[in-house]
């Protein structure tokens, strides 16, 4: 069965570095999808992209994040200059349609650390 | 602000009984309505989404949608203990989801 995957599973960064989350879609969604989650706390949409672009932005997602879909597989996450308030679980999702009819697929999640 | 208030629980269930799950939103221009299972140091994983008022059932599972009242909810028949888990209630207004805290469920042998 096809599925979402996130690479890597953990990541531990100093505050003040970059860091670069790779996920890899299902092959033939079109809708991408970043989430994070702080340890306890509920899930916070942070950006959709399609058709290569931006489709929306969360308040969270400011000039320190950016979304890159280098290649027809990988979609990644970048956060410029790392803060403590980054650490979280980070997901990635992928869907075949829009919302509000869409099913997404979540990837396992890259728990990210910054000290 | 738009919010999604779910009760953090736990609700306990033992089981085959029906566990009851609920969920209130502000925006009244939400679309859909999301129901996902995350168990612990997991990814969220969808149940099953409505977006028209009334019941919609898969198996033991029945979302019910009253736009008026802004409440929706999830109803788990025949509870499992593998249903053990936190279950998470997400709304989609026009632009982006929002989901609630969610509601820990433990299902009891």
């Known amino acids: 069965e096809p599925e979402v995957t996130q690479t890597p599973s953990h990541q531990v960064t100093q505050m003040g570095q970059e860091v670069i989350l790779r996920c890899v879609p299902i092959?033939?969604?079109?809708?991408f999808y970043w989430y994070r989650q702080i340890l306890g706390q509920k899930v916070e949409f942070l950006v959709s992209?399609?058709?290569?672009?931006?489709?929306?932005k969360s308040e969270i997602f400011d000039d320190q994040f950016s979304v890159e879909r280098p290649d027809g597989s990988n979609f990644t996450l970048k956060i410029r200059s790392t803060k403590l308030e980054d650490s979280a679980m980070y997901f990635c999702?992928?869907?075949?349609?829009?919302?509000?009819?869409?099913?997404?697929?979540f990837g396992p999640g890259t728990r990210l650390t910054v000290l | 602000q738009k919010e999604v208030e779910q009760n953090s629980g736990p609700l306990s269930v033992p089981e085959g009984a029906i566990a009851s799950l609920n969920c209130t939103y502000s925006d009244r221009g939400s679309q859909s309505f999301f129901w996902y299972r995350q168990y612990s140091g997991k990814s969220p994983e969808l149940i099953m989404f409505i977006y028209s008022n009334g019941d919609k059932e898969d198996g033991r599972f029945t979302a019910q949608l009253n736009k008026a009242s802004q409440y929706v909810s999830l109803l788990i028949r025949d509870s499992q203990p593998s249903d053990s888990a936190t279950y998470l209630c997400a709304v989609y207004p026009g632009n982006q989801f929002y989901f609630g805290t969610g509601t820990s469920l433990t299902v009891i042998p």
């Open positions: 092959s033939n969604h079109l809708y």
């Open positions: 999702a992928s869907s075949d349609e829009a919302v509000p009819y869409n099913e997404q697929f």
């Open positions: 992209f399609y058709n290569n672009e931006i489709s929306e």
